[in-house]
């Protein structure tokens, strides 16, 4: 990632030539004489008045006197009739002319400069429309405004605060410009700037002064000006000036080339404080850019010094420069040859035979050196690369005697960069169809590389291991491709065929061969030994051959073998875990298959072949190992005589396709999504709940996707008693002044992404984004502490609101209610959810150290997400995940008398202060989306006849309770969340308060008598998520309870939200959390019981459309979106919400008004 300094010159003069020597007599006496010009212009402009046709002749004059050239890089952009309409000009910074230049641009109108820094220049000398900025943004936007509104003016404005290179990076621009056009609806057209001059010579550098780039100005022949002109950007609606002002900077950097930095004007003042940081900055770089000269010059020595330091200013990639040094070497070699043969007798006569000798030795120097560079680049670049291209040399020779695809199976052992010790390594293996007279072929190549004086062992072992295995294919299965030998076989399963033109890709298959046919080879996709090939299949007549099963996408498959420990041989399950090791050598990252660092970087996608994985995946591994029986796997070190039986696990590897080109109907990305671990642990869990449930497809249909009313159906109807009587309602009352109170955090759906990657892709056609691919054309990527569209929270953004949170108050205890994964259902292992609760929850450990936190589960834990078995069944059965999360729980400050019920269900029961008990709730056990619960929704686990006993032993020892879960009660099947309503009707004097999560957003929940259905009995709070999926800020809750004393009552007084402004942070490089609001003063309520709560309901429904409702709608966002872009039934439903605790009350907002 680019650094501040990285976009100043440090040096005027980047390199000091001879002819820059030679020029300085003349570059001096040039000073001269502009010098004199210019204090002539000046004389001439004080002597005059002001008028428009002195301002327009005195900036001509100035680009006349310092020689400015204008040089138009997009003249289909330059619209003269839309360049007088628009108002508004803006360009990026890279001298201190540059408005004079736009203004030269614009010569027939009338424009004036606007100077939006406070900052001395010698240009104010002169009678120049310029509006300064010696006065306050508020004022400089007024008298903006004015000049647009009163007068014909087109306003210039360069919104850098400091003039760049022009070629690294882009500072963040003022937003008075963009404030301005948002406010009068205009458009802005942006300009991109960069400078060139003769000899090299910089048109700024850090921290200079005006008056010394104007020395420079006079001192250069002449300065280049490239000017491109963008399309015109009109602000929208919904977008902020900070959204409207980022789209243009981002179309200016895409542009030019460079990168979007988030650089500010603070930050550069405090650079300037520095000087010694840029200095040391630029001799870094300075030596990092020689050192990449240098291997360049290893690499290519035909090459000149200045090619190679032109090619890398431009490049900036040493691989690149390679590649196209050697293209024009190349090049020029043929060019050579074409020359030499096309040179006529005369010629010849006049050449001494020794000088055509040594331009033929000369020649064939340079082709010998060609062919060296091309060589080592390639030992240096690929992995394995002396074997891969010896063997791969053999390779190509079979082909083309052939001219057709050779069909092998390679098998290299080697070092594997994630060992611990020498008896791990890892084995690839891919298999493609044998041809019958290849053999003989195969034996002569094996007799001349054993001839060889220094023949490749590797290389050796690797040939008989591929003769073997098609002698071994030979005895057993036909390999030629005739029909007359497939008739005469028994009719065999259907296998996957594939032909050798994948274009998959994997960590050691990049540029090993010198050849197309190379690479098809390399990257060929694993099939059967025993299946023909393509063009077997399509010219058999026998219709016996032909299959209905589609392939599998093209991928390797890759063992992966565990460590062997060298005295006790036992397996070591964590040698997969090692994050460091294998970020290191950049090859596996994560636990359990975690490949995300493989993925991204050759785009593939990687799959562990697990019980799950699908049949056709599983077949075409089995008949592949098919060619494997018998064939010992050998440590280089080892003879053929010896052998070792390795035991680890097996991943898929595919090729995927950007997202960036892939469209969302495109059928490969369909194909590809559904064949991966998710989708198929669905399938079998569905094929296992519609085999066993009890329900109709009329039943089905209710519980799924409500279609049905489901009372309608006795089986889906049920009834809880519940014992006793109810005591007469005591409403709460407010505490004594001075009651001591408590502190309460609220944290739920964190959702934090491990492979968030700012800048990238933030909308795409997968359920969460932010991890790849590069955004679309005018589309802003992911940013850096997150994004508002389809992308979960950066690990770095948690830990950031985190330690916030913990520094900015004194918390009693904290309660958080699930959803720690991320949203990437489609592709999750149990291995990745256990990965996140142990990581997430050791975060939470050490950033709140001697606090106690009281959880609940969430919907995401689970794996596949929402699918909660109930306990009858016992093939697939979740104690994985409660086993696991009882452990993490009792770290977290639980009793260890709540582990039983939590390995039992995820539910427990505790006391958290003398008098009040806390009950959380596993409610994946009435959620809709839990599809196990179609074989039985009756309570499951019993959890609300539970429930009833806890809360009657609380009433009988006068104890108050709080109840966390996950999914508000309103979210679960009808049957549930009606019985549940009925227990809190019952135990009102008993229930002090509710907290949820799931639903992402900020809302409460006012729970109404069953009988006086006017009567408030209880309050829900749902807190906010602190992912900002989707379009939310990030934000968490603190409750100010009633404290703990005799006959305390418990209860919420107030409490207030704290959000992450992603927007601000985002555009500052820096984290800004505010206090959103507190309850009580947002929405001037005088406690926060439930008749305080229902009297803000008859508030809101005495005027549905006014500002209360606004602001409502504003803090549910968490104050992403306004009450403005919420219409009348948008209101009505979020009303709805407020006062509905049940899922099955059809009636519950009927009193709204329509």
């Not at 820059?20 to 502009?34: A, D, N």
């Not at 000899?199 to 420079?216: A, C, E, G, V």
């Not at 036992?570 to 660092?597: M, T, Y």
């Amino acid at each position: 990632m680019i650094e501040l300094p990285d976009l100043f010159h440090e040096n005027r003069i980047s390199e000091l030539t001879l002819s820059l020597i030679l020029y300085v007599p003349i570059g001096l006496c040039l000073v001269l004489i502009r010098s004199i010009a210019l204090i002539f212009l000046f004389l001439i402009s004080s002597i005059l008045p002001a008028s428009l046709s002195l301002d327009q002749f005195i900036n001509k004059a100035i680009s006349f006197i310092l020689t400015f050239i204008c040089v138009d890089e997009a003249v289909q952009n330059r619209n003269e009739d839309t360049r007088k309409i628009t108002k508004i000009i803006v360009a990026n910074r890279v001298s201190c002319l540059d408005l004079i230049v736009l203004r030269k641009l614009f010569f027939n109108n009338k424009c004036k400069m606007v100077n939006l820094w406070e900052e001395t220049s010698w240009i104010n000398y002169f009678k120049l429309n310029l509006i300064n900025s010696a006065r306050t943004q508020e004022d400089l936007l007024d008298l903006c405004v004015n000049e647009i509104q009163y007068s014909d003016y087109q306003l210039l404005f360069v919104p850098e605060c400091e003039p760049t290179t022009g070629s690294d990076g882009l500072l963040k621009f003022n937003l008075l410009p963009f404030s301005l056009a948002k406010k009068l609806q205009l458009s802005i057209l942006p300009i991109c700037l960069r400078t060139s001059r003769a000899f090299k010579i910089r048109t700024s550098t850090f921290n200079s002064h005006p008056f010394t780039d104007l020395f420079w100005f006079l001192f250069s022949p002449y300065t280049r000006f490239h000017i491109n002109f963008l399309s015109i950007v009109s602000p929208t609606d919904l977008s902020s000036d900070e959204v409207f002002c980022e789209k243009i900077r981002e179309n200016i950097c895409r542009t030019i080339g460079i990168e979007l930095t988030q650089f500010d004007e603070q930050q550069v003042s405090e650079l300037k404080k520095r000087p010694d940081l840029v200095q040391r900055r630029h001799e870094q770089r300075r030596a990092e850019f020689q050192q990449m000269i240098n291997l360049v010059h290893q690499q290519v020595p035909l090459a000149s010094l200045e090619a190679i330091r032109y090619d890398l200013e431009i490049t900036k990639s040493v691989q690149r420069t390679i590649a196209n040094l050697n293209e024009r070497v190349a090049a020029a070699a043929r060019a050579a040859n074409k020359s030499t043969s096309s040179t006529t007798s005369s010629h010849a006569i006049t050449k001494s035979s020794g000088g055509s000798n040594h331009r033929q030795a000369y020649e064939r120097l340079k082709q010998e050196l060609i062919e060296k560079n091309r060589q080592l680049f390639l030992n240096k670049n690929v992995h394995d690369k002396r074997f891969r291209s010896s063997f791969h040399s053999v390779i190509n020779e079979l082909r083309n005697e052939k001219r057709m695809p050779l069909s092998i199976l390679q098998s290299m052992p080697r070092q594997c960069c994630t060992c611990h010790n020498e008896n791990e390594e890892i084995i690839e293996i891919r298999v493609i169809i044998n041809e019958e007279n290849e053999l003989t072929k195969l034996k002569n190549l094996i007799e001349r590389v054993n001839q060889e004086k220094q023949a490749n062992p590797k290389l050796i072992l690797s040939l008989n291991i591929l003769e073997n295995l098609i002698e071994k294919n030979r005895s057993s299965i036909p390999l030629s491709s005739k029909p007359s030998s497939i008739k005469k076989q028994k009719r065999r399963k259907p296998s996957f065929d594939h032909s050798n033109n994948s274009s998959s890709s994997s960590s050691d298959d990049s540029s090993s061969s010198s050849s197309s046919t190379t690479s098809s080879s390399s990257l060929s996709s694993i099939t059967s030994s025993s299946s023909s090939s393509s063009t077997t299949s399509s010219s058999s007549s026998d219709a016996n051959h032909k299959t209905s099963m589609k392939p599998i996408k093209n991928g390797t498959f890759l063992f992966l073998p565990y460590t062997l420990d060298h005295k006790t041989k036992k397996r070591n399950s964590d040698s997969l875990l090692e994050v460091a090791k294998e970020l290191q050598c950049k090859r596996f990252i994560g636990p359990n298959g975690h490949f995300s660092l493989l993925e991204k970087q050759y785009n593939v996608r990687i799959n562990m072949i697990t019980s799950n994985t699908s049949k056709q995946v599983t077949d075409a591994l089995e008949n592949a190992k098919k060619g494997l029986e018998n064939l010992k796997i050998r440590n280089q070190e080892e003879t053929m005589g010896k052998s070792e039986n390795l035991e680890g696990e097996w991943v898929l590897i595919r090729s995927k396709k950007s997202q960036n080109q892939t469209k969302p109907d495109d059928i490969e990305q369909v194909l590809d999504d559904l064949i991966n671990r998710w989708e198929n642990c669905l399938k079998d869990a569905a094929i296992e709940i519609l085999s066993i449930t009890p329900l109709t497809n009329k039943e089905l249909c209710a519980v799924a996707f409500d279609c049905e009313n489901q009372s309608d159906f006795p089986i889906l109807r049920w009834n809880i008693t519940i014992p006793g009587s109810k005591p007469p309602p005591k409403p709460p009352q407010p505490p004594a002044s001075g009651s001591p109170k408590l502190k309460v955090l609220h944290l739920s759906d964190i959702h934090v992404d491990f492979d968030y990657k700012p800048g990238s892709q933030a909308e795409c056609t997968q359920p969460i984004c932010c991890r790849e691919g590069q955004p679309y054309p005018r589309h802003a990527g992911a940013g850096f502490w997150g994004d508002y569209r389809n992308c979960d929270l950066p690990f770095w953004t948690a830990q950031t609101i985190l330690q916030y949170a913990s520094e900015l108050e004194d918390y009693d205890f904290i309660y958080y209610t699930g959803d720690l994964p991320p949203h990437n259902v489609w592709n999750q292992s149990r291995a990745d959810q256990l990965y996140a609760i142990k990581t997430i929850n050791q975060l939470l450990a050490m950033t709140f150290p001697n606090k106690t936190f009281y959880p609940a589960v969430g919907n995401h834990e689970a794996a596949p997400c929402n699918l909660y078995p109930t306990p009858i069944i016992k093939t697939d059965n979740i104690t994985w995940l409660y086993e696991a999360l009882a452990d993490s729980w009792l770290t977290l400050g639980l009793p260890s008398d709540t582990r039983d019920s939590i390995t039992r269900g995820a539910f427990y029961t505790t006391i958290v202060r003398p008098g009040l008990r806390l009950i959380s709730l596993n409610m994946n056990y009435c959620a809709p989306d839990n599809f196990w619960l179609f074989v039985n929704a009756t309570d499951p686990l019993g959890q609300l006849e539970w429930l009833i006993q806890w809360l009657q032993y609380a009433e009988d020892h006068d104890e108050k309770v709080h109840i966390i879960a996950h999914h508000p009660p309103r979210s679960c099947l009808a049957a549930f969340s009606w019985n549940f309503h009925k227990i809190i009707n019952r135990y009102e004097n008993t229930v002090a308060g509710q907290f949820y999560g799931h639903t992402h957003n900020d809302e409460f929940i006012v729970f109404y008598d069953e009988i006086e259905k006017q009567r408030p009995v209880s309050m829900a709070y749902v807190t906010p998520s602190l992912t900002p999926q989707s379009f939310l800020n990030p934000g968490y809750r603190v409750y100010t309870m009633d404290g703990a004393y005799q006959n305390s009552s418990y209860w919420v007084l107030d409490h207030h939200t704290v959000i992450m402004n992603l927007t601000a942070s985002n555009m500052y490089n820096r984290s800004i959390l505010i206090n959103e609001y507190a309850a009580r003063d947002a929405y001037q309520m005088e406690n926060l019981f439930p008749a305080d709560w229902n009297n803000l309901i008859q508030r809101m429904k005495n005027d549905i459309d006014g500002p209360l409702m606004s602001l409502a709608y504003t803090y549910y966002t968490k104050s992403y979106a306004t009450g403005s872009t919420c219409n009348h039934a948008c209101r009505r439903g979020l009303l709805c919400n407020f006062m509905t605790a049940r899922s099955d009350d059809p009636h519950a907002c009927d009193s709204i008004p329509t």
